[in-house]
């Protein structure tokens, strides 16, 4: 997405957008240049918008377990981080409150996993995100659902 790679100073805390996708996309770059550990992984986010975001990560060869297939903590750590970045979309300063996921399938090295993030429910502090994770083929790896509460603060502007 070309809007996401612009420079998180084009926009100041002065200036916060009123349109609800620029202000999903502008609160996910200052998010994601402050997330050293999705960077790590190798993660990039294909898109967000409001209550929604999909990321990407490839899977390396330090990132297989001893069956030669993706570590679940890495896929939980994707499915987690698409969650942060939905569930914060709205520049409200949200954590997770807990998340379960369900392994479906294998994933290999050289596989590209998308998680794709959709809130299911948002009520006064507390939402409900659905994750799925699937490989390049489309095809499902894991289930996700997470619990959000939101704190005080905003992710841009305080």
């Known amino acids: 997405m070309n809007s996401m790679s612009a420079s998180v100073n084009e926009q100041t805390e002065d200036t916060l957008p009123e349109n609800p996708q620029a202000l999903a996309e502008l609160t996910a770059r200052v998010m994601y240049a402050n997330d050293p550990a999705s960077q790590a992984l190798g993660m990039h986010i294909v898109s967000v918008a409001p209550g929604q975001a999909s990321m990407s990560m490839p899977v390396r060869a330090d990132m297989l377990n001893g069956h030669k297939t993706c570590h679940g903590g890495f896929i939980f750590a994707l499915?987690?981080?698409?969650?942060?970045?939905?569930?914060?979309?709205?520049?409200?300063?949200?954590?997770?409150?807990?998340?379960?996921?369900?392994?479906?399938?294998?994933?290999f090295e050289g596989d590209v996993l998308t998680a794709n993030a959709a809130e299911y429910s948002l009520s006064g502090r507390t939402g409900v995100y659905d994750v799925q994770v699937t490989n390049q083929e489309g095809k499902r790896i894991a289930i996700f659902r997470g619990r959000s509460y939101r704190i005080k603060g905003q992710v841009v502007g305080d």
């Open 79 to 107: 499915a987690d981080s698409s969650f942060a970045f939905a569930c914060n979309s709205r520049n409200a300063a949200t954590v997770a409150a807990g998340c379960t996921i369900d392994y479906l399938a294998p994933a």
